[in-house]
Structures are given as structure tokens and as C-alpha cells.
């Protein structure tokens, strides 16, 4: 009898909480989005089933080694490359070998874009030190509006660690929310003629070009922001990988092989780490409000400075401000989403070519702002 | 109704540092990317220097061959999907799966054999 008791002691029925349930509702719920609604499938599915995983009750402190937080738990050793930061330069490295930066390169002023769109990283950092954050903590929070995950975890990693699981899922979740936050933020500030404007199509690029730019990419970004190295060395190393045309096969392991492997470890593991003990606090909650916030600063950031842009631009070299609301650096979602703007406003307008041009200068600026709060902080 | 009322915001927290640290950083990443933006202008005039410079060596006159060079992006598109257009209607390989399902044959006056058979016209 003993031993029976003993066991349902150790059942997740005996240890459930009201934390446990929501979490585990959460969790259901980013499935939900991801499987109905496609939704960033490929990083909700891992992140959702992740939560499950992290919140299934069990009694901990028991020297079980289950929990996440856990020393000698399978999922802690996995949960070591978040913590350290080893998982976001490898998804970088994929990134950059799927990358085709063709179309910035061919209209290179659309970079600026990428770089009007981090105003959200900054003017949430200064919000979450008015909310009593402190000052590496703020910046954890505000690189949430580069809308850029690995690069919102590597730095949490660094900074603030123990809000990695907040500010991962904050991150993620507004991510997959793309197509919901930015639209009307991008009606609100353009108007009916600017959501009109139709660009001119972009040149071809030489492969010579296209060698060069991860190369002079990362010296340029490199020696102004050493902080982001991890991250831009990866990122322009795949891309190189991918544009040099001699090392194929390793670019085809770093854009599926590769970073599948990663993004299944690094899904699980941020998914898992949100345990509702640690995740459900009310750091927690300002940390969403506060990620919100800072997504919706980062578009408006793009769509504003494109239409000062406009001022200084004539005819056909206009730029139709919807697709600066791409240079937050969720790709291609936040792409996407200035296509399906432009199309509602004119349906022989297509967008989505001139709008990944800041979408990819967008991946560069969270990085380069991620390496300069990191040299500023640590 | 409530649920904000615990947020509570601390001026005091704000130091000029901080200020500074936002200011410096947004314009240093604005910084990074103007390089790229100025580099990236100007890069297809120094390549088309060089090729101009080579092409001069050679004695090949300049615009003729340069002019080549810049083919609009939509002209690639069009052969691009032409390319492709034409071979997938080449029908090179073809699936030779075999399949047992069965083929409905709905017969109707109009089409069927027996029909045209039994019923021809009498005069």
C-alpha cells in the first residue's frame, strides 16, 4: 500500500497546479495556431509541445533529474546551447545559406529600411527600465522587437539569463503573429495613394555581387559591432557557402540538415523551459506586454522612415511604405504581410520582392543592435 | 479591469546613460547598414570599371559588350519561365507507375459502341 501511495505521489495527478494547466493550455494553443492556422508551424509545433513537455507535472526536488532546471536532466544538457548560446549562430549559419540577398543588393537604399525597423528594440529598452528592469534585463526585453528569435535568445542568454523562456516565447509568439499585429499599424500610417505606389522592378545582380556581399557584409557590420560576430560571422559565412557555388554541399546541410536539427533542439528546449514555477510570474507578463509594445514600434519605425525616404525621392524610385514594416527581421512573414497589403491596395501590385530587401536587412540590423547592447552591457 | 494596476512606472530608473545607450545604439545600427548602403551603391561602378578597363585592353569596344551585361530583371523572368515551360513539356521521364483503379466508362447514347450498334438508323 505503501508503495502505491508512494507512486501517486510521484504522479503528475498528485503535483498539478493551476500554473501547470494554464501552461499546458498555452502549449495546446500554439499547436492549435501552428497545425489550423499555419502559424510559424516550424517553430510553434517544437515550442508548443515543448511547454507540454516543460509543465507536465511531476514532484520535483526530488532528485528525479526530469525538470529542465535540473542538473543532469536530459533536457538541461540540451537546454546548455540555449543557455550559452550556441544554438542561434548555427540557425544563423542556415539562415544565411537560404538567404538570397539579390534584391538588396540590386536596390541597396531599401537597407535602411532594415535599420529604421529596430527603433522597437530601443524605445522598449527605455520602457522596461521605466517598468523597473534592470538595465541588461531592459535590453533582453527590448531586442524582442528585431522580431528575431535566435538573436532575442542569444542575447537573453547573455544579459538575462533567467528570462530566456519569456523573452524566447514573447519573441516567437510575435513572430507567428506577423500577419495580425502588423496590418493595422501599416493601414494606420500610410495612406490609401502611398499603399498604391508600385516600384520599379530590381536589377539583375552578378554573381560577382552577390560573392562579395557577405564578404564586405561582415567587415563592414563586423568592425562597427565585434558583439554581433556570433551572429553575422554564421549568417554571412552560409551565405557565402550558398552564393560561391563551389561548397553546394555544405550549404545544403546548413539550409536543411543543420538547422532543422537546431531548430527541433532549440524548440523543445526554450518550449520546455517555460515550467510554470519559473514562466508564470508577473516579469513574465510585463515581458509580453513590453515585447507587444516593441513589435509594434519596429513596424511603425520601418513604414515611417520609408515615407521620409519618399521626401528625398522622385518618380519611380519612390518606395511604397508598406514594405518598411518588412524591416523587422521576421522572415519572410513580415514580407509577406506588406505583399498582401500592397495587393489589397492595388491587386497588380506586388510587393514581395522589393519587400524582402529590408525583410533581409532586418535579420543584419537586430543583430547589429543585439551586438551592440551586449558591448554597451557586458 | 485591475489587471495593469500593478505596473507601475519608475522615472527615477530613467538615467542619462540610458538615454545615451538608445540614442548611440539606434544610430550605430543605422551606421552599419548606411556602410552597407554606400558600399553596395557603389560596387556595381567599380566592377563595371574593371570590366570597362579589361575590355579596353582587349580592344573590344566598350558599350557593346557592357551592354550585355545589364539585363532587366524581368527579361530573366520571362526566360527563366520559358526554360522551365519548355521542359516540363519534354516529358523525358515518365512516371511508369501502373495502377489497377478501375476506369468508370459512363456510356451514354452519344458514345457507346453497342448503342450505335443496335440502334443504327433503319431506313
Known amino acids: 500500500m505503501e508503495g502505491i501511495l508512494r507512486f501517486l505521489s510521484y504522479s503528475g495527478f498528485a503535483n498539478v497546479t493551476a500554473g501547470h ?28 509541445f515543448g511547454i507540454l513537455i516543460g509543465n507536465t507535472p511531476f514532484m520535483e526536488h526530488a532528485g528525479l533529474q526530469l525538470g529542465i532546471y535540473e542538473e543532469g536532466s536530459v533536457l ?37 529600411l532594415g535599420a529604421a525597423a529596430q527603433l522597437g528594440i530601443f524605445t522598449t529598452y527605455i520602457g522596461a527600465l521605466l517598468l523597473g528592469f534592470t538595465n541588461p534585463e531592459s535590453a533582453s526585453i527590448g531586442i524582442i522587437g528585431g522580431a528575431d528569435g535566435p538573436t532575442a535568445i542569444f542575447l537573453a542568454s547573455r544579459l538575462a539569463p533567467h528570462l530566456i523562456g519569456s523573452i524566447a ?22 495612406t490609401e495613394k502611398e499603399r498604391r505606389i508600385k516600384m520599379k522592378p530590381p536589377r539583375s545582380v552578378t554573381k560577382q555581387e552577390k560573392v562579395l556581399f557577405p564578404i564586405f557584409g561582415l567587415l563592414l557590420t563586423g568592425f562597427i559591432a565585434p558583439g554581433s560576430l556570433p551572429l553575422l560571422g554564421m549568417l554571412f559565412f552560409g551565405n557565402l557557402l550558398k552564393e560561391s557555388l563551389v561548397t553546394k554541399r555544405l550549404a545544403d546541410t546548413a539550409k536543411n540538415a543543420l538547422i532543422d536539427i537546431v531548430t527541433i533542439i532549440l524548440g523543445i528546449t526554450v518550449g520546455a523551459s517555460t515550467q510554470a514555477t519559473t514562466f508564470l510570474t508577473q516579469q513574465s507578463m510585463l515581458i509580453f506586454v513590453l515585447g507587444a509594445l516593441s513589435f509594434m514600434f519596429s513596424t511603425a519605425g520601418g513604414v515611417l522612415f520609408a515615407k521620409f525616404m519618399n521626401i528625398f525621392l522622385s518618380g519611380e524610385n519612390k518606395i511604397n511604405p508598406l514594405i518598411g514594416a518588412a524591416g523587422v527581421s521576421a522572415v519572410p512573414d513580415s514580407a509577406r504581410v506588406a505583399q498582401s497589403e500592397g495587393l489589397k491596395a492595388d491587386p497588380s501590385n506586388h510587393l514581395l520582392m522589393h519587400a524582402m530587401a529590408p525583410n533581409v536587412a532586418g535579420v543584419i540590423g537586430s543583430a547589429v543592435a543585439a551586438g551592440i547592447m551586449m558591448s554597451f552591457l557586458l | 479591469m485591475n489587471l495593469f494596476l ?20 539606434y544610430s550605430v545600427v543605422f551606421l552599419a547598414l548606411l556602410l552597407l548602403y554606400v558600399f553596395f551603391r557603389q560596387l556595381p561602378k567599380l566592377l563595371a570599371f574593371n570590366l570597362r578597363r579589361k575590355l579596353r585592353k582587349e580592344g573590344e569596344p566598350e558599350k557593346a559588350a557592357t551592354a550585355g551585361n545589364a539585363v532587366p530583371g524581368e527579361v530573366n523572368a520571362a526566360i527563366a519561365t520559358a526554360i522551365f515551360l519548355y521542359l516540363n513539356e519534354l516529358h523525358d521521364h515518365e512516371t511508369a507507375v501502373l495502377t489497377i483503379t478501375k476506369a468508370a466508362k459512363s456510356y451514354s447514347p452519344w458514345n457507346s459502341k453497342i448503342y450505335n450498334v443496335t440502334h443504327f438508323r433503319r431506313f
Open chain 1, 169 to 190: 516565447v514573447a519573441a516567437y509568439s510575435y513572430m507567428a503573429l506577423v500577419p495580425i499585429i502588423q496590418p493595422p499599424i501599416m493601414r494606420l500610417l500610410t
Open chain 1, 21 to 48: 494547466i494554464i501552461m499546458i493550455l498555452i502549449g495546446l494553443g500554439f499547436i492549435y495556431l501552428a497545425i489550423r492556422y499555419e502559424y510559424e508551424p516550424l517553430l510553434l509545433v517544437p515550442i508548443g
Open chain 1, 76 to 112: 538541461n544538457y540540451l537546454y546548455q546551447g540555449v543557455l550559452k548560446g550556441i544554438y542561434p549562430p548555427l540557425i544563423f549559419l542556415g539562415i544565411g545559406a537560404m538567404t538570397d540577398f539579390s534584391t538588396l543588393i540590386s536596390n541597396p537604399k531599401l537597407i535602411l
Open chain 2, 6 to 25: 500593478w505596473i507601475q512606472l519608475n522615472p527615477d530608473a530613467l538615467k542619462a546613460d540610458h538615454l545615451m545607450l538608445a540614442v548611440i545604439g
